[in-house]
């Protein structure tokens, strides 16, 4: 039998407020087991901690149940108490009576009533509990960028600097990202590219560094400090090792019918293209829905321009098989699609555009070579609206935008505004917005010169439709301050459209088994505390996967994440979780259900001999559990039809007495 | 088509004792009465020939017997399969339970097997012989009468909906390959969707309070084969769960068949077997149901080492609260 102690904590009148502690204390004091049972405004605390601790030794205490916050705030320390008076650290229970009890009941009663059920589930678990120990497993010094935008290249960047390796995985032919794609960076308007092409080249020159571009994470197996990654490698029919990144194939390729992606669609580029002058690896790449020799077998120009010989049309994706102890993920974010916002035209009129478009067309290489024109009729522009907020902030339209705000859009907005009349003084600028919003470091000021300074029109209120005339585009819009309709004839729209993670995002955090939130952005193991990595262990987040974010903060994050990879990876063994599963092999069919869903790949199965009835003997093939693999999920305790398997720390007949014990 | 006989079967498991392929035969014995026929073990040729029996009664499902019987020794053990069988062997064999290397499967048709409680319904107690016929059988009994049958109103409950004619496994095949038969077996599976929630629950209620927790149907199943079963086992925290009152013995068939849930074949051998008479296989087929529209058309037991959709993953898979949502 074990001698329980029950500690309620009041946790100041978090929990007090709507739960009669004593109440509770008193009630549970009568629980089979329970031997001791107090409360304390914050056990948590020093005094608090002593509590419990002389509690143990006067009491001879075998077991603890602490009634408090979440087991995510303050198990670890409750553990640790008890550990210092001489307990296994397993043998304490924490009751969540704060997050699921008093935060969300109002009345006193219920909350009191609850709070009792909740400790109850709790002694009778500890009834049950056995002391454990916890192994050790080694680290894999390496680390995984997915991503080689901005974030996954700081990121990569400041692991390598601290001496470890790092591999950056990234889908498109070249690292860099959307800031690649951007001309001038708020609110300084430093060039974006000069900014951060000295970091692609820093990436490519650093000997710790692997780029695996073009390329795609497969499959994620393992766990902290032993991840085992499958990266597909597509195939360039480039070879990277060969090609010297002169782009004479680029010129001579007679396919030129190709949407250029990096411009957005709004010029071509050829079958073989390196995406940018600066893109890194400087390598090209065929793509194969266009190159008429990969389609038909006839051309083959490409190879005979190469001085390198770097062509193979006969290349294959490749699978790389990698170990790393940490993964961080990068995955950045896209504009949303506009297809489902008719009112603003983005389909009928060459002439409304996004803002990242907006930057290709200002952007010295960009398609018109940095002069603005309208993509039209390549006209310069005399009107330019600007709208806000398409698609951001739009709890009535769930459907096709986004209820968040996507936070940059205002600065960016400014930016535009600011550098057409600086360039362009004939030109009207108007700016149609809800709310400015400029919380950062020199961004109010800066918004304030684009309407001081440059004259820029803001006005608020939303523009209800964009109607293509002639060559004009009607814009008809409210203005709330003065509280009337305008009706303006702009040359160019501007849509300044929500952004939303990347689409590989979701099947990404599948596979590292990390959670995202309903909009997709990677969810943070504590909004304020732990805000840079996954609740997953050894999964860190670096940049807008994580929540929009400008470049600084994007480089902040990344930063971090780097730090906690490098304080991952610095540790030579990690304390691994006792609470794993183990077979009884005397009812293990072998039957394989736990080996198919185990995520871990923990399961392996070997052949033994059993006593059988009469005297005979018979080899069965029983499950076996490597405890250093196994994360303790318990996947393979509900797939056991046996119940052969169970899981330390949580077995199945703890569970079902909590189960009784809420139930009587 | 040649139809396969007593003799055939017969001749064939001589000729496999002989040649030593095999060292025991699985086949149907004669029992008591003309329909009592019970699976047993023969290695002579002269118990075959006295024994041996092949008829309209041979219902029992022998998968689940070779578990045990391949521990016994190291030589290959005979066993004739239905097309129905086979898919129970392919499951076993995808579950590991036992060594395919120590059987030889002889694939046989059939046309459907008789329920003797419908007989004993149409024809009254006191059977002594059934003759079979074209479309129907002779029934006679100790009074000397005679009574003939439609096949189609004597046939088990399974084989009125049976799902397939064809051996999906075997070594050898006896008389003619058949067909994946486009049944209607979740008729009645939807019958009971429709109820209301209370009738529904009146129906199992009135059905399931029928169960004396013989155990017959968990100990005939073919998923049912764990070393121990939970209900056997005080450490479950299962067993206690089925015992206490009335309502927690329902709990039996309702955990069985989650136990069972995704590698059930739907042989239909629980409710075979049901002294009680529950339409036991319409909680599995439930399931079946239920996993085809939630993950695609799967069958247990049509390939060996299939991934079942419930032990799988894919990135498509629906989410957990959509199966909810479209649950009856």
């Given amino acids: 039998m074990q001698r329980i102690g029950v500690f309620v904590c009041w946790c100041g009148s978090n929990i007090a407020g709507t739960v009669d502690v004593k109440a509770v204390a008193e009630a549970l004091r009568s629980e089979p087991g329970v031997v001791f049972s107090t409360d304390y405004q914050y056990m948590c605390s020093q005094a608090g901690q002593e509590i419990i601790k002389e509690a143990i030794k006067e009491h001879k205490l075998t077991g603890v149940v602490v009634c408090s916050c979440s087991p995510r705030m303050h198990e670890a320390t409750f553990r640790k108490t008890a550990q210092a008076a001489g307990l296994n650290p397993y043998m304490v229970e924490i009751a969540n009576i704060r997050e699921q009890c008093s935060w969300i009941h109002k009345d006193m009663e219920t909350g009191t009533q609850k709070a009792i059920i909740l400790g109850r589930a709790a002694v009778a678990k500890v009834n049950l509990n056995a002391p454990l120990i916890p192994g050790q ?60 092409t000295p970091k692609m080249v820093d990436v490519a020159q650093n000997e710790n560094i692997r780029i695996f571009s073009y390329s795609e994470v497969q499959e ?22 060969v090609c010297t990144g002169c782009g004479i194939c680029t010129e001579k390729c007679p396919q030129k019918k190709v949407p250029n992606e990096f411009n957005l669609g709004m010029d071509n580029r050829r079958a073989v293209y390196i995406p940018f002058a600066q893109a890194v690896p400087k390598v090209a790449t065929i793509d194969a829905d266009y190159c008429t020799m990969l389609k ?180 008809q819009a409210s203005d709330l301050l003065a509280n009337k309709q305008l009706h303006i004839e702009a040359d160019l729209v501007v849509l300044a459209a929500a952004i939303e993670p990347d689409k590989s995002a979701r099947s990404i955090a599948t596979m590292l088994t990390a959670s995202m939130d309903t909009n997709d952005f990677f969810t943070e193991a504590h909004p304020k505390l732990r805000p840079v990595e996954s609740p997953t262990a050894g ?124 139930c009587r | 088509m040649q139809k396969i006989t007593r003799e055939n079967l017969i001749n064939k498991a001589i000729e496999l004792l002989d040649n030593g392929t095999v060292s025991r035969v699985l086949g149907w014995k004669i029992g008591e009465f003309a329909y009592d026929v019970t699976p047993a073990v023969f290695t002579t040729k002269e118990d075959l020939q006295k024994d041996f029996i092949f008829d309209d009664f041979c219902n029992a499902n022998f998968s689940k017997y070779l578990i045990a019987e391949t521990r016994k020794a190291e030589e290959k053990v005979l066993v004739f399969l239905k097309p129905c069988d086979t898919y129970s ?58 009574k003939t049958l439609a096949y189609g109103d004597v046939l088990t409950e399974r084989c009125l909906s049976c799902k397939s004619k064809k051996h999906v496994v075997y070594d050898e095949l006896m008389g003619e390959e058949g067909d ?69 013995e329902k709990m039996f068939h309702i955990i069985r068949a989650f136990h069972v849930a995704g590698r059930c074949t739907d042989c239909g051998e629980c409710s075979r077997v049901c002294p009680q008479g529950i339409p036991l296989h319409l909680l599995n087929r439930k399931f079946i149901k239920d996993i085809n529209s939630f993950y695609g058309d799967y069958q247990a037991g049509q390939e060996e080492g299939s991934r079942a959709p419930l032990i799988n993953y894919t990135f498509d898979d629906l989410e957990p609260g959509e199966a909810v949502g479209r649950g009856v």
Avoid at chain 1, 152 to 178: M, N, R, S
Avoid at chain 1, 363 to 388: E, W
């Fill in chain 1, 539 to 662: 999964v860190f987040l670096s940049g807008t996967c994580q929540g929009p974010k400008d470049i600084p903060e994007t480089v902040s994050q990344a930063s971090a994440a780097a730090a906690k990879v490098i304080g991952l990876l610095a540790k030579d063994k990690l304390t691994s979780n006792p609470c794993v599963a183990h077979a009884d092999e005397l009812m293990c069919n072998g039957c394989s259900s736990c080996a198919n869903v185990c995520p871990y790949g923990a399961i392996s199965y070997i052949d033994k001999e059993f006593r059988m009835p009469n005297r005979t003997t018979a080899i069965r093939r029983v499950a076996s559990v490597n405890p250093a693999v196994c994360q303790g999920c318990g996947a393979c305790t509900v797939a056991c039809p046996s119940g052969a398997m169970d899981l330390n720390g949580f077995e199945s007949a703890q569970i079902i007495a909590e189960v009784d014990a809420i």
């Fill in chain 1, 296 to 475: 038909t077998g006839k051309c083959g120009l490409c190879a005979k321009v190469c001085t390198a010989g770097a062509i193979d049309y006969t290349q294959k994706d490749e699978i790389i098989e990698e170990q790393y102890g940490a993964i961080v993920a990068a995955t950045g974010f896209n504009p949303i699609s506009l297809d489902k916002f008719d009112e603003y035209a983005y389909n009928q009129s060459k002439d409304v555009i996004t803002s990242l478009e907006f930057e290709r067309l200002t952007n010295a290489a960009g398609p018109t070579a940095g002069k603005l024109l309208r993509p039209s009729d390549g006209k310069h522009p005399h009107t330019i609206v600007f709208v806000q907020c398409v698609g951001s902030r739009c709890a009535a339209c769930a459907d096709k935008g986004k209820e968040y705000c996507s936070k940059i859009c205002c600065m960016y907005t400014a930016k535009h505004a600011m550098l057409t009349r600086d360039k362009y003084p004939d030109t009207d600028v108007y700016v149609f917005y809800i709310d400015v919003r400029t919380p950062g470091k020199n961004f109010d000021e800066f918004y304030r010169r684009a309407v001081e300074e440059y004259g820029v029109h803001y006005i608020k209120g939303m523009v209800g439709k964009v109607s293509p005339q002639g060559d004009k585009l009607m814009v």
């Fill in chain 1, 137 to 196: 497993t080694p680290v894999t010094k390496r680390a995984l960028v997915i991503g080689g935008g901005i974030a996954g290249i700081q990121t990569a960047l400041d692991i390598a600097e601290a001496g470890f390796p790092v591999d950056i995985v990234e889908k498109k032919p070249t690292i860099g990202g959307k800031m690649a794609q951007i001309d001038k960076t708020f609110p300084t308007l430093d060039c974006a590219a000069c900014i951060l």
């Fill in chain 1, 220 to 241: 994620v197996k393992g766990f902290v400090g032993n991840f085992n990654v499958k990266i597909k490698k597509k195939a360039r029919f480039v070879k990277e090792d």
């Fill in chain 2, 180 to 248: 994946v038969i486009d049944s209607n077996r979740f008729d009645e599976v939807e019958k009971i969707e429709k109820m209301s929630a209370d009738e529904r629950f009146a129906f199992w209620q009135s059905q399931l309070s029928k169960c004396i927790r013989c155990n017959a149907c968990r100990d005939i199943c073919p998923a049912c084969t764990c070393e121990k079963c939970v209900f056997d086992n005080p450490k479950s925290s299962v067993n206690n769960k089925a015992i206490s009152d009335s309502f927690e």
């Fill in chain 2, 89 to 146: 062997f392919n499951q076993l064999l995808t579950e590991h339970r036992f060594s395919r290397e120590k059987v030889y499967a002889v694939g046989i048709p059939c046309e459907g097997m008789l329920d003797i409680g419908k007989i004993k319904a149409l024809a009254g107690e006191g059977i002594i012989d059934v003759i079979p016929g074209e479309g129907s059988i002779t029934v006679k009994n100790l009074y000397e009468e005679e």
